[in-house]
């Protein structure tokens, strides 16, 4: 078993829709929770960051983190075209980034 | 515009034949880090470096090789060693070692003729 284990999908939605994307993991000693999007032959850019348990929001991303389920989700609300991209989660322990564990990303696909 | 410059953005390999990965990084940050991404897996650390003439292995460093000689470069040699080289490579910075945000490049694939 992997120690996080996200969809690979693809998973495609109309313009507009809520999408949800998630990561299960098992090590449950993880605090600091990430999510990163890639373009296509790209280089990841961080889009959310969050310690420990609850909710962050950032414009029409929010990022939400439940300890007891050690399950991660990446909410978009107003989905857009632009938002067509690989989302991979990331976590650790202690906040390092050489110790960070990716998820292997889920590929979204906003239709119009 | 600060960031990460990683070339080339292609890159061939003969059986045998080393080949070396740049990467810049104009950002002033001090750690640098090396990742390999396959098809279906997470991102893999390969090595990473926290200070200049200072570097540490990572989860898959055999095969691979590195220096950091000055503060903004941080190259990447994949050595006749490395039996399945074919990936893409993913070069990344963070402010500190202790900082947990990455700044990526735009990454360099790497194929064996």
């Known amino acids: 078993q992997k120690e996080v284990e996200q969809d690979p999908g693809p998973l495609s939605v109309p313009e507009g829709a809520i999408v949800s994307l998630n990561c299960t993991y098992s090590?449950?000693?993880?605090?600091?929770f990430m999510w990163y999007r890639q373009y296509s032959r790209k280089g990841p850019e961080l889009l959310m960051y969050?310690?420990?348990?609850g909710n962050k929001e950032d414009g029409r991303f929010t990022a939400q983190v439940d300890k007891s389920s050690k399950y991660i989700s990446l909410f978009i609300r107003d989905s857009q075209p632009s938002d067509s991209a690989t989302y991979l989660c990331a976590m650790s322990l202690t906040g390092t980034a050489s110790k960070l564990t990716f998820g292997t990303g889920t590929r979204l696909q906003v239709t119009l | 515009d600060g960031g990460i410059t990683q070339s080339p953005k292609y890159l061939f390999r003969k059986e045998g034949q080393n080949v070396t990965l740049s990467c810049e990084q104009n950002?002033?940050?001090?750690?640098m880090y090396w990742y390999r991404q396959d098809p279906g897996q997470g991102l893999r650390l390969i090595y990473y470096?926290?200070?200049?003439?200072?570097?540490q292995k990572g989860d898959i460093a055999e095969g691979y090789s590195v220096s950091r000689e000055k503060k903004e470069s941080f190259p990447l040699t994949v050595t006749s060693a490395q039996k399945n080289p074919t990936a893409f490579y993913l070069c990344a910075s963070s402010l500190g070692a202790g900082d947990e945000k990455l700044f990526f490049g735009s990454g360099t694939q790497l194929s064996v003729l």
């Open positions: 969050t310690y420990s348990s």
């Open positions: 090590n449950s000693a993880f605090q600091y």
């Open positions: 950002l002033n940050h001090d750690a």
């Open positions: 470096s926290q200070i200049v003439n200072d570097f």
